[in-house]
């Protein structure tokens, strides 16, 4: 069983960047697939981006596309996500997830895929 949390959250002007990490542990985490999702107040949760075991596969929602990047470094055992150009709508607590792959290739964008979630890191986008 693994266990994640996540850093890097904080309070940033529109057009700025964040970068937050993810931090696993207690399990290989190289046999996850990894994504990130986001819920901001009153809404539910929603997927942002998701990456392969390998990160040779990742996927976004169409709202970051262009502007967020997953990747991850299975020797440190961590997934981050870099936000640039954030915007007020960006807005959120984001959560790390991790889903036992065994090294299918696969990303997954559904929250239902997912068994493994860290406690989120609050960002805020500022007008």
């Known amino acids: 069983q693994v266990q994640l949390a996540e850093s890097g959250g904080g309070l940033v002007q529109a057009g700025g960047s964040l970068r937050l990490s993810c931090a696993a542990s207690?399990?290989?985490?190289?046999?996850?697939?990894m994504g990130w999702f986001r819920q901001a107040p009153g809404k539910v949760r929603e997927f942002v981006a998701a990456?392969?075991?390998?990160?040779?596969?990742?996927y976004y929602a169409d709202s970051v596309k262009g502007r967020f990047t997953i990747s991850r470094d299975n020797r440190k055992n961590t997934v981050s996500l870099q936000m640039n150009s954030l915007k007020p709508e960006d807005t959120a607590v984001y959560y790390c997830?991790?889903?036992?792959?065994?090294?299918?290739?696969?990303?997954?964008?559904?929250?239902?895929?997912?068994?493994?979630w860290g406690q989120g890191t609050q960002v805020t986008v500022s007008s």
């Open positions: 990456i392969s075991w390998s990160g040779g596969s990742t």
């Open positions: 207690g399990g290989i985490f190289s046999s996850y697939a």
């Open positions: 997830a991790a889903v036992a792959d065994m090294y299918t290739g696969r990303y997954y964008a559904h929250e239902s895929d997912y068994h493994y």
